[in-house]
């Protein structure tokens, strides 16, 4: 079975600060890994997503993660937090045999300081 | 992208009541995803919903209380039945996208309070 672990369930970083949001997977067959942004009162949007590849994959708003097989971790990262960046971050894990499906992990809040 | 609406946006409803969750999609989609989140939590699915087919509910969900129908593929919906203050979430439909390694595009979200 499938499982998804975000370390952290309130991260909060100055503005301007270096943004590092974990999460490690467990999945028996490769992955497919997927981090979601949802702002107050909104839906869930994707930030990025990592499916074959390139294992350092580019999302919007400057985020980035790097998929790491060794490690079972797809760390989210943003060199430089902005205000705007404040909300709930998802990671979810799919694969090709899931029927479509998506495990999502606990959450991690992040909070923006001034 | 598909671009997903869902009515009501949010609702207040008396215990005991039933309501219906509408989810329009701009395109047609063969997947469609019922998920609930509760306060401060994160997402759980509830079905799958497949045009032309019975919804594969999750462990945990039953269709009496759950029903979800699936006339078309553009559209869908959830019903809660006999809701009880535990039914308190936010319900969130999404797709999959065609051609997609399993990415899913989600709706705003239905916010319901039972009283």
């Known amino acids: 079975a499938q499982s998804v672990t975000q370390l952290g369930s309130h991260v909060s970083v100055s503005e301007g600060a270096l943004v590092l949001l974990r999460c490690n997977y467990s999945?028996?067959?490769?992955?497919?890994l997927f981090w979601y942004v949802q702002y107050p009162n909104q839906g869930l949007q994707l930030l990025l997503k990592?499916?074959?590849?390139?294992?350092l994959v580019k999302g919007i708003n400057g985020f980035e993660a790097e998929f790491k097989k060794s490690e079972t971790s797809f760390h989210l990262t943003k060199p430089s937090a902005h205000m705007s960046d404040a909300a709930e971050y998802f990671c979810?894990?799919?694969?090709?045999?899931?029927?479509?499906?998506?495990?999502f992990g606990q959450g991690t809040e992040l909070s923006v300081k001034p | 992208s598909a671009v997903i609406s869902q009515k009501p946006s949010r609702d207040i409803c008396q215990r005991g009541t039933s309501l219906t969750i509408q989810c329009q999609v701009d395109?047609?989609?063969?997947?469609m995803f019922w998920y609930r989140q509760q306060p401060g939590q994160s997402l759980t699915l509830i079905a799958t919903a497949n045009q032309g087919s019975e919804a594969t509910y999750e462990s945990g969900f039953v269709i009496d209380k759950f029903p979800i129908s699936r006339p078309n593929l553009t559209f869908s919906t959830l019903t809660v039945s006999n809701m009880s203050p535990e039914d308190s979430s936010i319900y969130l439909c999404s797709v999959r996208d065609r051609g997609s390694h399993n990415e899913q595009f989600f709706g705003p979200g239905t916010r319901l309070t039972v009283l």
């Open positions: 395109s047609q989609v063969t997947m």
């Open positions: 990592y499916t074959t590849g390139a294992t």
């Open positions: 979810a894990v799919s694969n090709y045999n899931q029927g479509g499906k998506l495990i």
């Open positions: 999945s028996s067959v490769p992955p497919y």
